[in-house]
């Protein structure tokens, strides 16, 4: 039986929103009509559910562009790697987030807070696509134009 798709915005799915419940962070799926791409895949210990929410929605893994970092925090990619290599795909960052991914930086990404006694696993990940202002991503129809916005990080 496949799932619903419950489209948050033209072709945006939230997929905290088509699940039901919440994966920790939000997971956005951009379907371009013959292909798509993530923004963010949260941490390791969803990714299963993430995954079988997209098959169960009828979006073949195989049409999975790329797996946008949107930033290099430890919940919004602990799961990148698994995913990358999982989904059969590329990833995708700001130059700064990339190297915080690929290195598995537990401080930068905040794997590791002492402070708050906090440590989890952050795998290194290959960023294969380094994203900067004004770049376009074509994905099936649709082109996303991408904004440097940083915030609470770099």
Same mark, same amino acid.
Request: charged residues 25%.
């Given at each position: $039986?496949?799932?619903?798709?419950?489209?948050?915005?033209? !072709? &945006?799915?939230? #997929?905290?929103? =088509?699940?039901? *419940?919440?994966?920790?962070?939000?997971?956005?799926?951009?379907?371009?009509?013959?292909?798509?791409?993530?923004?963010?895949?949260?941490?390791?210990?969803?990714?299963?559910?993430?995954?079988?929410?997209?098959?169960?929605?009828?979006?073949?893994?195989?049409?999975?562009? $790329?797996?946008?970092?949107?930033?290099?925090?430890?919940? !919004? &990619?602990?799961? #990148?790697?698994? =995913?990358?290599? *999982?989904?059969?795909?590329?990833?995708?960052?700001?130059?700064?987030?990339?190297?915080?991914?690929?290195?598995?930086?537990?401080?930068?990404?905040?794997?590791?807070?002492?402070?708050?006694?906090?440590?989890?696993?952050?795998?290194?990940?290959?960023?294969?696509?380094?994203?900067?202002?004004?770049?376009?991503?074509?994905?099936?129809?649709?082109?996303?134009?991408?904004?440097?916005?940083?915030?609470?990080?770099?």
């Amino acid at each position: $039986m496949t799932l619903p798709r419950k489209y948050l915005f033209p !072709h &945006v799915v939230e #997929l905290n929103l =088509a699940a039901g *419940r919440p994966f920790g962070v939000n997971v956005y799926l951009i379907d371009g009509g013959s292909e798509y791409v993530l923004l963010d895949v949260g941490q390791e210990d969803t990714l299963d559910d993430v995954i079988d929410l997209i098959r169960g929605m009828d979006f073949p893994l195989s049409k999975c562009k $790329m797996v946008i970092a949107t930033h290099a925090d430890a919940d !919004h &990619v602990q799961g #990148l790697a698994k =995913a990358r290599e *999982r989904m059969k795909t590329k990833s995708a960052a700001h130059p700064r987030a990339a190297k915080a991914i690929e290195s598995g930086d537990p401080v930068e990404t905040y794997a590791s807070i002492p402070a708050q006694n906090f440590s989890i696993p952050m795998p290194p990940c290959k960023v294969d696509v380094r994203l900067k202002e004004g770049d376009v991503i074509d994905v099936g129809d649709l082109k996303l134009h991408v904004w440097h916005t940083p915030g609470h990080t770099p």
